[in-house]
């Protein structure tokens, strides 16, 4: 197979990419081991069964312990990629060089007070990794507590979990992971020497609560399989093997978490699975507390907790609230038969948060597609929302350490607009524009226009879109587009700002979000409509979205090249069995594209959690069915496919490397012609990729170059 793209369509007409027949890279070709079963009277065939290797349980931990014959056939993949692409190696460098021009590399967060310090991260010109820092209120007198340079000096992958101080300010929890298998190790460090002790705690989430007296924390220990699944208690000095077992989840579907209260007296832990939640709160004020159950799970019923004097506010959707409510119950009983309205359920009005002060209560929520705050005075009882010009923009709220306070804090943005960090005064009703997301290379939001679209899905509803082009580009038509989703666990896709799309923006594309079933972008509903046996809903949506960019005028057939990730990289594999004639390339970032095999295997890290989202095909003939129809791996067919560029994580333990590998493998070796198909495993990393702020821009402008030389742009 060449790599010649079909841009007959192409406007304006550009050649392909090809190489001279005597030149042409030569894929890596993987052998074939096929491995039969029998499921619900279906034979299943796996021909490439054996990329998954059977020790991946310590190649999360150790890279090194991959084997061989998988090592080198990864090793294979990288060079053939490598290969394809060094046509558009120049085209990177620019790209690389355009994306770090828009980072003001010696950035620093707006500083968060607590008590007699400000406490803030900022970055040094050159630097990769964040460092902690904080400094006397009203002083700039700067003392470092955590520099992630100096710790990444040497590792191939650094990601800093949490660096959370102690209530007396005088010591700093912090904790890393050094492979990317998110297996973090939490060490405490003396503010006053710098030292630190030699506590260390392994296999965590790499979240900490410290007790008031700050002499031991909380934490979620995470097992060998990659499941949060106890709550211990650690106190300094002491043998971490000795650590006090506070609470633990032995069903391998729910997950556990843990936070301070924003009033600063308890630890919340929260258990949960795709469906219910259930909450315990433990006292910080006392040595020996022992967790105390808020409400008995109940399936179906979610509720998260915040706490303020002698009672209880939690967001739900019990009782029908399907997009939420929030309710109040008495601290000493807050069972859910004492469960009091505060906020009512209105359907259309999706309650995303909740923020809980002293004397006031925040809510973000989402309605027709937009957000909004709403602040309410505990005294008054008045409501009033923060107002907005934009047509289309989003929004963030975000919690400091300071519980007595009429400050909130939130972040506002648009496709077009960048970051802007603003300090409202909740008495007041007064704004202060904190921090302006700085561009240094420029950037003038008029040059840009964003738009808001409706396309009619297979089933009538209306799939919503959001736009980003040039104002000198709008009406053009038939330009090259880059179409981004998701689709899954509930999660939206916000319209917010991204500087890292203007390099694609500026040279001509149009930058489309769609925002399709299986996100909350509509209301919980649009969640539910995208899930279990309605899933293929959230790959008609993105189809119908794609068609109706081309009815609309703003592009055509071979001039999109689609994008999505994680969940988001089943909905390109699905994409691209459905419907490949429609794109000139398919970018699929940690992409679940073997559905089928990894919900059948409940000793993987995430199968059992997965059943409620996609349904349990080991139990549920008809949900074996359902997956079987759309799984990526398992209906790639002897047709032609476009360019698809795959990328993977080996330390990854939420979409596991093989999952890619076997993909590509696959298509390879079935398709009737098109491609080429290409996969990039970064094999100093895991799901979110690289862990440096410059590293992880390289992978963007991979795949930036890759979408251009799909369309011809290279």
């Known amino acids: ?339 009091q309205d505060e906020v009512r359920h209105r359907r259309g009005r999706f309650i995303i948060a909740g923020g809980l002060y002293q004397d006031y209560s925040v809510r973000l929520e989402r309605e027709d597609g937009l957000p909004r705050i709403v602040v309410r005075d505990e005294q008054t009882r008045e409501e009033h929302a923060i107002g907005f010009e ?83 580009l709008v009406h053009k038509g038939r330009m090259p587009l880059l179409l981004q989703g998701y689709g899954a666990y509930g999660s939206a896709m916000p319209a917010s700002f991204n500087a890292n799309r203007l390099s694609l923006v500026d040279r001509g594309f149009v930058y489309a979000l769609a925002h399709i079933r299986g996100g909350t972008d509509k209301g919980w509903h649009w969640y539910e409509e995208g899930k279990l046996d309605k899933k293929p809903n959230t790959f008609s949506d993105f189809i119908a979205a794609a068609h109706h960019l081309i009815t609309e005028g703003w592009t055509t057939r071979k001039r999109i090249v689609a994008q999505g990730g994680s969940a988001g990289g089943l909905l390109m594999g699905a994409v691209a069995n459905l419907a490949p004639e429609l794109f000139a390339g398919i970018i699929a970032d940690v992409p679940f594209v073997d559905v089928i095999n990894t919900i059948l295997d409940d000793t993987l890290p995430l199968t059992p959690p997965e059943w409620l989202e996609w349904g349990n095909p080991i139990k549920d003939a008809q949900a074996f069915k359902t997956m079987l129809s759309y799984s990526p791996y398992d209906n790639v067919a002897s047709k032609v496919y476009p360019p698809i560029l795959a990328l993977g994580g080996l330390t990854d333990p939420r979409v596991t490397y093989w999952e890619p590998a076997k993909w590509v493998a696959k298509l390879r070796a079935t398709m009737a012609g098109g491609g080429p198909i290409l996969l990039k495993t970064n094999t100093d990393a895991g799901h979110a990729g690289a862990s440096g702020r410059f590293s992880r821009l390289e992978q963007t402008a991979l795949q930036q170059a890759f979408a251009l030389w799909c369309v011809g742009m290279a």
């Open 390 to 472: 934009e047509e289309a923009y989003s929004l963030d709220i975000h919690s400091g350490y300071e519980f007595d306070t009429s400050i909130l804090r939130f972040t506002y943005s648009s496709m077009t607009t960048p970051a802007e960090v603003y300090d409202y005064d909740m008495r007041t009703r007064m704004r202060v524009l904190r921090k302006r997301q700085e561009i240094p290379s420029g950037h003038d939001p008029a040059r840009y226009v964003t738009r808001r679209l409706m396309a009619p899905a297979q089933d009538g509803e209306l799939v919503p879109i959001s736009l980003l082009c040039r104002a000198d």
């Open 1 to 339: 197979m060449t790599a010649h793209l079909d841009l007959a369509e192409a406007a304006p007409r550009a050649e392909a990419v090809s190489f001279p027949a005597s030149r042409e890279p030569l894929p890596p070709v993987a052998a074939r081991r096929p491995r039969h079963r029998v499921v619900h009277g279906t034979e299943l065939v796996d021909p490439y069964a054996w990329l998954r290797a059977d020790n991946w349980q310590e190649v999360l931990r150790d890279p090194s312990a991959l084997p061989a014959d998988i090592a080198a056939y990864l090793r294979a993949e990288n060079a053939y990629t490598d290969a394809v692409l060094a046509p558009t190696r120049d085209l990177q460098s620019r790209l690389l060089k355009e994306l770090r021009g828009r980072i003001k590399e010696d950035d620093r967060q707006v500083p968060w007070p607590d008590g007699a310090f400000d406490y803030y991260t900022r970055y040094r010109e050159g630097g990769q990794h964040p460092i902690i820092c904080r400094w006397p209120r009203g002083s700039s007198s700067e003392q470092i507590l955590l520099d992630g340079d100096a710790l990444g000096q040497g590792q191939p992958f650094l990601d800093i979990g949490c660096a959370e101080h102690s209530p007396d300010h005088a010591l700093l929890a912090w904790s890393t992971d050094t492979r990317g298998s998110e297996f973090f190790t939490i060490r405490v460090r003396d503010l006053s020497s710098g030292r630190d002790f030699a506590d260390e705690v392994v296999n965590s989430d790499g979240h900490v609560v410290w007790s008031a007296d700050a002499r031991g924390f909380y934490y979620v220990h995470v097992d060998e399989n990659h499941r949060p699944d106890q709550v211990f208690r650690h106190r300094l000095g002491t043998d971490p093997a000795e650590d006090e077992l506070i609470l633990e989840e032995l069903d391998p579907a729910w997950f556990i978490h843990i936070h301070r209260s924003l009033s600063g007296r308890f630890a919340i832990v929260s258990m949960h699975d795709h469906n219910s939640a259930e909450c315990h709160l433990i006292e910080l004020n006392e040595p020996q507390a022992k967790a105390r159950l808020v409400a008995a799970r109940e399936p179906g019923v979610r509720y998260d907790v915040a706490h303020r004097g002698d009672w209880l506010y939690m967001r739900t959707n019990a009782d029908g609230a399907e997009d939420f409510k929030i309710v109040r119950a008495p601290l000493v009983d807050p069972i859910r038969a004492n469960w």
